[in-house]
């Protein structure tokens, strides 16, 4: 899978990004799309999170490019090393935001059960249905 993080500031025109951000989220090609309301994970905003399969990245991207105007977008693969997807191997269009990596570092006791639950998520998001 591929990931975006569309990342939404406030409060300064926060309507309008929202609706933006869901416009962006919508697009052609996207798997699986996600609001998260405050910050998550190692991402310190607001974000539409936004999946899409790896052959469909030559089209979502420059869409994304052309469409984006002053909205914050990380896209990743997903490998398995969530540190290095976020950051090495990561592209990011607009600013590029900081993250708490921290939360990514590799834990021993969730590396099986991170590893099942993306397993699960992309056959999920394949066959079209919510995880």
């Not at 500031?9 to 998260?36: E, K």
């Not at 905003?45 to 002053?70: D, I, K, S």
């Not at 939360?103 to 394949?126: D, G």
Request: charged share 20%.
């Amino acid at each position: 899978m591929v990931f975006t993080h569309i990342f939404i500031s406030t409060p300064i025109a926060a309507f309008g990004r929202r609706a933006r951000a869901r416009r962006i989220g919508s697009v052609r090609g996207a798997a699986r799309a996600r609001r998260h309301d405050k910050p998550i994970g190692p991402h310190s905003q607001a974000m539409y999170q936004v999946a899409f399969l790896p052959p469909q990245f030559g089209t979502v991207v420059p869409w994304l490019m052309l469409h984006r105007q002053e909205l914050n977008i990380l896209v990743h693969l997903e490998t398995g090393d969530d540190l290095a997807d976020h950051t090495t191997h990561s592209l990011w269009l607009g600013e590029k935001l900081e993250l708490n990596v921290e939360v990514l570092r590799p834990r021993t006791a969730n590396a099986k059960f991170a590893c099942h639950h993306s397993q699960r998520w992309i056959a999920l998001c394949r066959a079209n249905t919510t995880c």
